[in-house]
C-alpha cells in the first residue's frame, strides 16, 4: 500500500470517459452515493480508506477515467 501522501481526486461523473450503466453500477461512487452526483472531492485518507474496502472486497473500486489531453509536437 502507497503510505505517500496524494492530492485529492476530484471525481466529475460527466467527465467520465468510461461513463455508462455498467461502468456507473459498478463503481464507488454510485455504490456509495446513489447515483452518479455532479461531482464530488475525495480526500486522501478517504481515498486511501476506500482503497483499502475495495481491496477486501467490500464496496466496488473507483472507476472514474477522465482523459487526457494529447499533446501536440511540432516537428517541422
Known amino acids: 500500500m502507497n503510505t505517500e501522501p496524494h492530492d485529492p481526486v476530484v471525481v466529475d461523473c460527466d467527465s467520465c470517459v468510461v461513463r455508462s450503466p455498467a461502468a456507473c453500477g459498478d463503481c ?8 452518479p452526483p455532479a461531482g464530488i472531492e475525495i480526500a486522501a485518507d478517504e481515498q486511501t480508506a476506500l482503497d483499502a474496502l475495495a ?3 467490500l464496496v466496488p473500486p473507483l472507476r472514474l477515467v477522465t ?10
Not at 28 to 35: D, K
Request: glycine share 14%; charged share 15%; no cysteine.
Open 28 to 35: 464507488v461512487v454510485t455504490f456509495l452515493l446513489g447515483a
Open 55 to 57: 481491496e477486501g472486497g
Open 67 to 76: 482523459a487526457t489531453p494529447h499533446r501536440h509536437s511540432d516537428t517541422a
